[in-house]
């Protein structure tokens, strides 16, 4: 029986794994030199939760709901982080359960509370301490007991404390394999596990990466190596590996203040000092993780130096030192979300128009949406840098950008930029802050290898197209409405997969009740 080991190496980029970086690490080069490999491509945006969960069902975020860490819940004023029960489509594992397949999950982005009855181990996104399904099993495995979702994200944030923020994410990963190792020990047909670390590192480090290999970061890489290693020593003959990223990453010049060029088109309501309140996009994305660490909001100051965008930039790095220290120095970003015609409620690069009938205290009327969504975007798409470079490689609609029941759910103009990322910050004279960093790009690795899959360079792929192929690889029915497709050009020729027939579910007369009453839009 055939069966599939998914390693994920989050935000690893193709400019950095399969150009100087591979020769650095033997086990990989290994996979690469003699598997099929590949550049994929990511969903917009190309971030942790939409991309995985675009991994697990291959399907785009308008056919399984999940548009980034967070979602406005009835109101802008009410942001929710996504969990499992958000998913309006089902993931690969969940369908391989149903007939009968034994699943081993371990870090899987946006599955907690646990759908299947499988092995889970739950990754960072859970707002709860148990991360171990069955719970039985931290008993039964010491290991578990051990086990961290995430490094101390304080240290993210500290250039000055990068040894001890590499010397924590090496703890966190270490864990995560010894764990892996225990649970590779037992029955299954799929295992899935994601070390994330390599995201939080680029994040930080990215930019350095591509012209040199420092030395901290080289044992890291060659730690998750090394793991790569145990895992083809010790997998079976009929074992597909597949290695992959759910995005890449990429140099960039600074960040666009989206809400302030929004404040100064009066789309953005700013709250009074009174009913002012703490909004950072981070805190909301990640949970509940800093929500015991002192705070100082540092408002009065900050918005006089916003009208300086020299000392508001000295001021930041002054916030970093500041840092150091076990208090958290915050911004509270007084904007009337509940009162704005449209905001970007996070990093992503999104924004939603606050319009009635889809929010409850929405202040654009339906006639008015189609004029408000083009005016937003003909004055983004007409703004430049110092450069004379478009700020905007493009701009979105929602029905552009995505397909399928669920689109009305998604924000209404999704924003591309080659050069810069966003911030939410809604205040200051300037519409760029200007300062080297790296963030995602839409551009991951893809890696398969095992005695099945031929040796050969993969064209046009998408993260889409893994859960179809994992479940053609298991010999189950693909669901008829994936986006994906089973890239069958990865198996050899000769091989028995290579040669089988693809099956696809025939849409059931309730899937098809069931999209019609979800594409109604009320």
């Not at 003699?34 to 491509?41: F, I």
């Not at 548009?67 to 489509?89: E, H, Q």
């Not at 020729?493 to 009740?513: C, Q, V």
Request: charged share 30%.
């Amino acid at each position: 029986m055939k069966k599939v080991l998914v390693i994920g190496l989050d935000g690893v980029s193709p400019e950095l794994m399969f150009k100087d970086w591979i020769n650095e690490l033997p086990n990989l080069k290994k996979v690469y030199d003699n598997g099929a490999t590949g550049s994929m491509s990511s969903v917009f945006p190309p971030v942790t939760a939409p991309a995985w969960t675009s991994f697990a069902t291959g399907k785009n975020p308008g056919r399984h709901g999940i548009y980034d860490f967070i979602y406005p819940d009835g109101s802008l004023d009410r942001i929710k982080t996504v969990t499992s029960s958000d998913i309006r489509a089902k993931a690969y594992y969940e369908i391989l359960n149903e007939n009968g397949k034994k699943n081993i999950l371990i870090n899987m982005p946006v599955s907690h509370p646990p759908r299947t009855n499988d092995i889970m181990v739950t990754n960072f996104l859970a707002k709860s301490n148990k991360n171990v399904f069955p719970e039985s099993l931290a008993d039964e495995i010491p290991e578990l007991r051990e086990y961290r979702p995430i490094h101390d994200i304080s240290l993210s944030q500290n250039k000055s404390d990068f040894g001890r923020f590499m010397d924590d994410i090496t703890d966190v990963e270490e864990k995560r394999f010894r764990s892996a190792k225990k649970l590779f020990q037992r029955q299954w047909d799929t295992f899935f596990v994601l070390f994330e670390s390599t995201d939080f590192l680029h994040h930080i480090k990215y930019g350095e990466m591509l012209g040199k290999k420092d030395k901290l970061i080289l044992d890291f890489y060659r730690k998750i190596d090394s793991y790569v290693g145990w895992f083809m020593d010790n997998m079976d003959k009929d074992t597909v590996l597949i290695i992959m990223s759910d995005h890449g990453f990429k140099k960039i010049d600074g960040l666009i203040l989206v809400n302030n060029i929004l404040r100064k088109k009066g789309m953005i309501k700013l709250a009074d000092k009174e009913n002012g309140y703490y909004t950072s996009p981070f805190t909301e994305e990640y949970g509940e993780m800093t929500k015991d660490t002192p705070k100082v909001h540092v408002d009065f100051i900050y918005h006089k130096l916003a009208k300086m965008p020299a000392l508001l930039n000295l001021s930041r790095k002054f916030a970093k030192v500041l840092s150091k220290l076990n208090v958290k120095f915050e911004m509270k970003s007084r904007i009337d979300r509940a009162g704005s015609i449209a905001i970007l409620p996070a990093f992503a690069g999104y924004i939603y128009i606050n319009a009635k009938g889809r929010f409850d205290d929405g202040k654009v009327e339906q006639k008015d949406y189609g004029k408000t969504l083009n005016e937003i975007k003909k004055h983004l798409e007409s703004l430049k840098d110092d450069k004379q470079r478009p700020l905007f490689k493009r701009i979105y609609s929602r029905d552009e950008m995505y397909h399928g029941p669920f689109v009305k759910n998604a924000p209404d103009l999704l924003l591309v930029s080659e050069n810069y990322h966003y911030d939410t910050f809604p205040l200051g004279e300037s519409d760029i802050n200007k300062i080297e960093m790296s963030t995602h790009s839409g551009t991951g690795i893809f890696m398969a290898y095992g005695n099945d899959i031929g040796k050969k360079s993969i064209g046009k792929l998408s993260i889409m197209d893994i859960a179809p192929t994992i479940l053609f690889i298991m010999n189950c029915e693909i669901p008829h409405d994936v986006d994906g497709r089973v890239l069958k050009e990865i198996f050899k020729p000769d091989s028995e997969l290579y040669k089988a027939k693809i099956r696809l579910k025939k849409e059931s007369e309730e899937d098809k009740i069931a999209n019609a009453l979800s594409s109604i839009k009320i």
